[in-house]
């Protein structure tokens, strides 16, 4: 039962001074897109600072909107959305383990695995972004998938079109490279490639596309957001650093630590042992398929992230048939959950209250505007704006929508009062201004 416990205690780790630490990476977005839906009435066609966006899906939205009612609008908005998800997909984990080994301890172990990796743990587990929510969907996907076609369950392919097109919902194209990619390999791999023309395939594709088109219908330019849904989609592909498959392979690594080093030592024991198999070939075949787009392309970080529960599920097998053959393998990989749990804590406590900066600024700036209006014309910094405009109680809009006494803005106007400035670094700076 240990394992559990340590579940727990890392799952509530991440609550420590989680209402102090500022907006993060794509918090602010989220959560501006979906106070101007509360506030503006149209869940369908989301807007930024007052203008049309059309680079994602609402259904997170949606989510944070429920959210809202739980905890009202500030940085817990978006991160109990998350937590939810993540706490959804560790037990949906566990379940699924169990089903494919049949043993409490490996599928224990897998959750625990999934929930300490350090992109999880440190970052998406808890942030109030898409990408754990999109992995629970995502993975949610690839079982129905599974059980499909690998199991004969070919009436769940229904379940898994449905499900996929709410998946869309959230991300975007995505969705379906996951979906299609998924049942693809399932299919080659039970021979069966006769199943993705079949009555209950068929069935699935169109039932994947019947929410997406009907929330796009519903939209101000349905073409105008598929297209640039589309255009999303690629640009991921794209490897604007020019990074190479071995730099993002090396990310991935660090990403998954601590259990990128403990999964290839315990590689390392197995074999010594000649006691080295594959526990479940076709996931293997998935999670190796899906991930290849990615890191070809030199990208990795979130895109991958919904192969993590894969990822977890394959560790746990090898890592537990370690464990039988050293037992010092046994105490360093607990040791080792024992020094992360103790590094997330110091994180929270220690980290979370002084990262502060944008915050800060913010509220210096409320005590200048006071009620009067104020125009958001700083995407870059545009946490600043969302504070704002939370504390004065509505959305603020850009400059042309909005008739303003005062400008955030990350470029001064000329012929405008300069009545604050904040440096960031990374060429951040904004500025308060005033007509």
Not at 52 to 62: G, L
Not at 398 to 413: G, H, M, Q, R
Request: charge should be positive; hydrophobic fraction near 50%.
């Amino acid at each position: 039962m240990y394992p559990i416990l340590l579940i727990v205690i890392l799952f509530v780790s991440n609550f420590i001074n989680l209402h102090l630490y500022e907006f993060k990476g794509e918090e602010d977005l989220r959560l501006e897109v979906a106070y101007e839906m509360f506030h503006g009435g149209n869940y369908f066609q989301p807007t930024l600072f007052g203008h049309y966006y059309y680079n994602k899906p609402p259904f997170f939205n949606w989510l944070i909107l429920l959210s809202s009612h739980l905890v009202g609008w500030n940085e817990l908005t978006g991160r109990v959305v998350s937590l939810i998800s993540l706490a959804i997909l560790l037990v949906v984990c566990f379940i699924f383990s169990y089903r494919l080994y049949r043993n409490f301890f490996i599928s224990a172990l897998s959750a625990l695995i999934l929930i300490s990796f350090g992109n999880v743990l440190f970052f998406y587990g808890y942030l109030g972004e898409i990408d754990i929510t999109f992995t629970l969907f995502v993975f949610i996907t690839i079982i129905l998938l599974y059980l499909s076609v690998v199991e004969g369950k070919s009436y769940l392919l229904l379940f898994a079109g449905l499900w996929n097109g709410l998946t869309f919902l959230l991300k975007g194209l995505p969705a379906y490279a996951f979906y299609g990619l998924s049942l693809i390999v399932l299919s080659l791999y039970k021979r069966n490639l006769r199943l993705l023309l079949s009555v209950p395939a068929i069935l699935s594709y169109i039932l994947s596309v019947l929410l997406p088109t009907l929330w796009l219908m519903n939209t101000v330019n349905p073409l105008k957001y598929a297209a640039v849904l589309i255009h999303e989609s690629i640009a991921r592909l794209e490897n604007e650093d020019k990074s190479s498959f071995i730099s993002a392979l090396l990310k991935t690594f660090k990403d998954l630590l601590p259990h990128s080093v403990l999964f290839f030592v315990s590689l390392y024991i197995l074999r010594r042992h000649n006691n080295l198999s594959v526990p479940n070939k076709p996931l293997l075949l998935v999670l190796v398929v899906n991930s290849l787009p990615y890191l070809l392309s030199g990208n990795a970080g979130r895109y991958i992230l919904p192969l993590y529960p894969l990822m977890a599920i394959l560790m746990s097998y090898y890592v537990v048939k370690a464990f039988k053959l050293s037992q010092t393998f046994r105490k360093v990989f607990f040791w080792t959950i024992l020094g992360v749990i103790i590094l997330r804590i110091l994180y929270g406590a220690f980290f979370f209250p002084i990262y502060d900066k944008k915050k800060s600024a913010a509220m210096e700036m409320m005590k200048v505007v006071g009620t009067s209006e104020v125009a958001c014309d700083c995407i870059k910094l545009k946490a600043l704006c969302v504070y704002v405009g939370i504390w004065k109680g509505k959305p603020l809009k850009a400059p042309d929508l909005s008739n303003w006494d005062y400008l955030i803005t990350c470029k001064p106007v000329q012929g405008l009062r300069t009545l604050k400035h904040y440096n960031f670094g990374n060429d951040k700076e904004v500025w308060l201004q005033a007509r």
